[in-house]
């Protein structure tokens, strides 16, 4: 994963919360994906403005003690594997 990636949705992936189920979602063509945890936190900050190491140390100064440097990282690079990031 390169340092200067600033990770946003892919354009056919659309963010929601679904007031109702009170959860997180993904959006994609002919597909929901729920979110689970802290994982729509993540992803709000992907506006393709912020790099990898700006998001980390957002969510490290809103979590402290929580292992963001190691997870977030792990977790941005699946969504984008996936296609869901760009």
Known sequence: MS???KPVLSRSVVFRHD?????DLLVL???VVVLQG???????LCDGAR?????V???AERHPGAPVADEVPAFLGRLRKEGWLK
């Open 3 to 5: 340092d200067t990636w």
């Open 19 to 23: 007031r109702v189920r009170g959860a």
């Open 29 to 31: 063509p002919e597909r």
């Open 38 to 44: 802290n994982a729509g936190s993540i992803v709000r």
């Open 51 to 55: 790099d990898v190491d700006a998001i």
């Open 57 to 59: 140390a957002e969510l």
